[in-house]
Nanobody
């Protein structure tokens, strides 16, 4: 079993930057893919970015060129650096872990954090 704890959310103005982090504990050796999803009020949870154990990276189109994802395996931590933030990026951001290599599908992620709120003001 894997436990995930996010941190680093907050309020930022449009055009600003924010970095959120996720620390994994437990059976971290079983993790093949770490990812970030987000859920805005009244909307479904959506995929944002993922990084595999071999550092292969995936992004949803709306954040390409603005967000970067990285992983520190020694610290069991994954980061999401968010630049040029827009009001539509406002959401609760969830860290997730999957046993499936390179997955971006919601159903493949069995471990989830509690989420961290990111609010972008216009």
């Amino acid at each position: 079993q894997v436990q995930l704890v996010e941190s680093g959310g907050g309020l930022v103005q449009a055009g600003g930057s924010l970095r959120i982090s996720c620390v994994a504990s437990g059976h971290t050796g079983d993790i093949y893919t770490m990812a970030w999803f987000r859920q805005a009020p009244g909307k479904e949870r959506e995929f944002v970015a993922a990084i595999s154990g071999t550092a292969r990276i995936y992004f949803t189109d709306s954040v390409k060129g603005r967000f970067t994802i990285s992983r520190d395996n020694a610290k069991n931590t994954v980061y999401l650096q968010m630049n040029s933030l827009k009001p539509e990026d406002t959401a609760v951001y969830y860290c997730a872990a999957s046993l499936v290599y390179g997955s971006t599908r919601y159903g493949d992620f069995g471990s989830w954090g509690q989420g961290t709120q990111v609010t972008v003001s216009s």
